[in-house]
């Protein structure tokens, strides 16, 4: 699922750039004598939380979407794969759209910078096409004779 990844980081440096913003001009902190406990021990916030269930679900649905156009590529009957990618990628688009709206939401409120907000939605919209596009051209590259 590279796809999946590429995705997950542009949103993570959306979210993480206000972040990455104020450690830069802090200055450096002294090496403490004792090391520190976990950052993990720092609670998320409840939107924090919620939204990240919201990602782990987006993400199995394009897990589920991928292996639906896996199956769906590879059939014999090139007319009926078409037409079934088809209707998968317009069964999973919505979701897709809903979840870029969800991190613009998110990101917006955490303090990310719209512009990287719009491009990382922009991305995640783009997520059916680019993986029906991936597992064509994929599908077509193991059908072609060697």
């Known amino acids: 699922m590279r796809l999946l990844s590429s995705v997950a980081a542009v949103a993570l440096i959306a979210l993480a750039a206000p972040a990455f913003a104020q450690e830069a001009s802090a200055p450096a902190p002294q090496a403490p004598a004792a090391a520190p406990a976990p950052a993990a021990a720092e609670a998320d916030s409840p939107e924090q939380a919620a939204f990240e269930a919201r990602a782990e679900a987006f993400g199995k649905s394009m897990e589920a979407m991928s292996t639906e156009m896996q199956t769906a590529a590879t059939q014999a009957d090139k007319a ?51 993986m029906r596009a991936d597992i064509e051209q994929k599908s077509a590259e193991a059908a072609a004779p060697q």
């Open 80 to 130: 009926k794969a078409k037409t079934d990618l088809d209707a998968i990628q317009a069964r999973y688009q919505p979701d897709a759209d809903s979840f870029a709206d969800d991190l613009q939401t998110f990101a917006a409120t955490q303090g990310a910078p719209a512009d990287q907000i719009a491009m990382a939605a922009q991305q995640i919209k783009t997520i059916p096409a680019m």
